[in-house]
């Protein structure tokens, strides 16, 4: 099977980049996403080995680096946890209603790409990110999309 491409978005806030680098095996749960097309993406089309695009969405929204899909869509536990801010009690193990998946740091840009760059070339015109009203906090992106993303991160500011 092919690898895929994928951008996921996190409130640096909440979970950074530089969270994940600093993380044992710099691994983590990608969990906490509660919208069903996003859900669907997570749980059936993400594989290990798929590469995603870490876009930080608030402040000066941007691509700041990349990292590795190493575990393939499974149960979201923090769905399942009444204590967790992402709690959802339609969610049961039997049932599980959100997926994860887990991910590992791969590097990050030497320059943050913010979206605003990204509108103005025209390889990425096509990008879901840049579609007027779209929000999703997972999405596909082409491997062009991807390495243009990748180019844009490793030019010097």
């Known amino acids: 099977m092919a690898r895929k491409y994928w951008l996921l978005k996190s409130e640096p806030g909440c979970y950074s980049i530089d969270d994940l680098a600093g993380e044992p095996d710099q ?9 069903f ?7 059936d089309e993400m594989a290990l080995g798929d590469m995603a695009l870490f876009y ?8 700041v680096g990349t990292v590795r899909i190493v575990r393939a869509g499974h149960p ?14 339609r969610s049961t193990p039997a049932k599980p209603l959100w997926f994860a998946v887990d991910v590992r740091f791969v ?9 605003r ?3 103005v070339v025209p390889a990425l015109s096509g990008m879901e990110l840049l579609r007027k009203g779209s929000r999703l906090s997972v ?7 991807f390495d243009v993303i990748c180019r844009m991160g490793e030019a010097e500011g």
Do not use: I, Y
Not at 56 to 63: I, L, N, Q
Not at 76 to 89: I, M, Q, W, Y
Not at 139 to 145: I, Y
């Open 56 to 63: 930080h969405s608030v402040t000066e929204p941007s691509a």
């Open 37 to 43: 097309q996003a859900r669907n993406f997570l749980r």
């Open 117 to 119: 760059a990204m509108r």
């Open 76 to 89: 979201d536990e923090t769905a399942l946890d009444p204590g967790d801010s992402h709690f959802d009690p």
């Open 27 to 35: 691994t983590t749960c990608w969990s906490g996403v509660r919208n």
């Open 139 to 145: 999405t596909p992106v082409t491997k062009a999309e």
């Open 107 to 115: 590097r990050k840009f030497a320059t943050p790409v913010p979206l």
